[in-house]
């Protein structure tokens, strides 16, 4: 009787196909590690989206006679930096402007990245050369390098740390986006399409985009734990966002000289970094592994 | 004989083998080479030959997919070749190809309906009518569309997919499908059904096919005449029959021979050919099967052998038969 259930039942079952998109998010929703690390992220996107509201004090007035508060002092949760300014405002200000800097490059690689990419993948010949070899120019230096050697070219302040990020991360998206554009460009159905009669446009538009974007979007969510820390970095380095705005790595900066006086609250805004930068890295892992696409 | 529907003259294809900084061309890999045959309606004709023979290459220039560097192409008398963007995009449905990897030649975002569709809308159908009919040529290769129509690709079986494959092809209503090794990736079992499918559906859409396979069983069973390739190149040509009975080129005899045969009557005692066909890149000069052919001859190096009738309509490019004919058996 148990046997010709599950011959009824089956067919039932399997009569559910589910869309690719379906078939990621209930992956996703199974993940525990990804759906924690999401949640860090939305909690660190909403602290720093709402930073005006949640700061209980004004992130850059500070008090002489309340310099380096312990953690825990009164009034004061997460104590104050060293030039008596409120750690908790500083580091939910602080959330903005790091989060800007570490998702803008990457947003804007995505766009610019994958647009060349496929281009020279599909288009490929002298077009692929060309795109290619010039992404090989700056792909030859290391990121941190080239970040630095730009933004020490352009000057300080935050447009500047976004163009240079912007540059970093281009090349590699691009190089994701062609070698992704030349696999799939080789399949059958592309050629099936091309047999039907379709353009090139309707072949990218149907055929190829739904296939490439998948891995290019899981690349990209890779590096966006590492464009956060460049970011953080710049400013560290005196390269990135100017005082006396909130930055994680520009707090961590000045207070690295207050390490000896009180080690805890300088190590708050490298604690933050890390926090949401791991949170991306568990995330992007979590989404490629939901991603992979079944045979 | 009427009007042939698909005639080749001399097509060739050379693929560039680039190096180097500068992408200079170092060598040409001659995947088709000079290669000429007629297709009359309603015929079947196989091509036969090893894998890296250019079988392949020949289906997609065919339907210039790629393009041929010379040679002529007709379609129902129509130079193809010579064909605007848009008549060639008319001349697209008149013929199709089914591919042989039926895991590579589905898209995997795309519905099973939805990648039947797609053909149509390219050519204006509009939307609710294309997914209709896209499903009625699902019901049609013995698929249900109500089961499968809302699937994805690696929901389904081989067998399967080379069914929507087939669909895919024949929705556009085409007059030559040009199949390439369109059973070779399935079991046995399932080679006889997809094969019966499709002489089924050729008596009844009167549809002519160019089917193009290395099982000789296959070509034997399903074409009319047979081309047979080597190394870009024919090296025979005649009805099925005549070249199964007496398959005059030494490479045709080796491959009758390699070829396991049920009837006891015709197993053969003769070596099939060892060994692995030469580089397409730097081929043998004169007759390219001459490193691996057990009659070679001094003048075999020289010049390509010149093509000697030995039948009604079974040609043979071979020295052994010029002039006196040698017998070979």
Redesign the interface.
Known sequence: MAVSVALVEAPAVAAAPMSYWRTVAWRLSRDRATLVAGGVLVLIALSAVLAPWLAPYDPSAGSIRLRLAEVGAPGHVLGTDEQGRDMLSRLLWGGRMTLVAGLTPVLVALVLGAGLGVAAGYVGGITNTLIMRTMDIFYAFPAVLLAIAISGALGPGLANTLISLSIVFVPRVVRVAESATVQVKGLEYIAAARASGAGVRAIVRHHLLANVLGPILVFASTQVSLSIILAAGLSFLGLGVTPPAAEWGLMLNTLRQSIYVNAIVPALPGLAIFITSMAFNLLSDGLRDAMEIRG | MSRPLLEARGLRKHFPLRGGVL?RTRAWVRAVDDVSFEVAPGETLGIVGESGCGKSTLA?VI?R?IEPEAGELRFDGEDVRAASPSR???L??DM??V???P?????????IED?IA??LL??GTPRREARERARAMLGRVGLDPG?HG???A??LSGGQRQRV?IA?ALV?DPRLLVLDEPVSALDKSVQAQVLNLLQDLKTERALTYVFISHDLNVIEYVSDRVLVMYLGEVVETGTAEALAQSPKHPYTQALFASAPSMDPDRRMDRLPIAGDPPNAIDPPSGCRFRTRCAFAMPRCAEAPPPWVPVGATHDVACYLYQAEPVSVA
């Open positions: 992408q997609r339907l997919l060639m995009k008319r697209r449905r199709q190809l591919f042989q990897d895991y590579a030649s589905l898209n995997p975002r795309l519905t990648a797609f053909s390219v050519h089961l809302r699937r994805y690696h929901e494959n895919r556009l």
